[in-house]
């Protein structure tokens, strides 16, 4: 059963000089205990889809679904912060927070008391991979995979079963890629999280349980 839909969802960019279809009726279907991938060029409409996935933004048409509801009926900021976690190609840390602050941050923002997310947050940094010398370090201090990595341990922290990737290996070496791709598997297959990857990486997409390819707004075969 799905746990995120698309239907016939669209969406237009609109400015005083243009207006471009950046979607033009996408759907499609995104189950737990899976890696789904979203392949296409640039220009194909995969990030502008993966932002109202998050609940960044509303369809122009169409609608989202998470667990049968649609994002247009939730509040979008409840809904970022408890049901869909967004992991970005260049990590997005607070470079002035620590690792285990980072990963802290979006438990605190729910309200979870500071011990308790201090605890959390160490399990979820080892549970990535990382020591727990890593906790007192600032991202500077660590290299690009160990970042990704503490991104997505900053994800599991929001107790959501959607994980967004955007070009989550897009910054690193093949090694690392092959690493933060690895944890992704074992979070979709083991945990079963839905981890929905954009991509235009083959390699992901030849390891992703499903592929959506999109070209020009539309689903392509």
Known sequence: MSIL?????????ETQYQRVEALKGVTHE?????????????????????????GLDLP?????????????????????REKAAVIYQ?????????????????MELRGVRPR???GRAAKLVERVGLPESALNRFPTMLSGGEQQRVAIARALGMDTKILLADEPTGNLDTANGENI????????????????VVTHDPAIGARADSVMRLQDGLVVA
């Open 60 to 80: 122009t048409a169409g609608r989202v679904l998470c667990q049968g509801v649609s994002t247009a009926d939730m509040d979008l900021q409840k809904y970022r």
């Open 30 to 54: 995104f189950e737990p205990g899976m890696v789904h991938a979203i392949m296409g060029k640039s220009g194909s409409g995969k990030t502008t889809l993966l932002s109202l996935m998050a």
């Open 181 to 196: 791709l690895s944890i992704l598997e074992g979070l979709a297959h083991q945990e079963g999280y839905c981890v929905v």
């Open 90 to 106: 260049n990590f997005r840390l607070f470079p002035l927070l620590t690792v285990a602050e980072n990963v802290m941050y979006p």
């Open 5 to 13: 839909q698309l239907e016939d969802v669209r969406y237009t960019y």
């Open 116 to 118: 308790e997310a201090r």
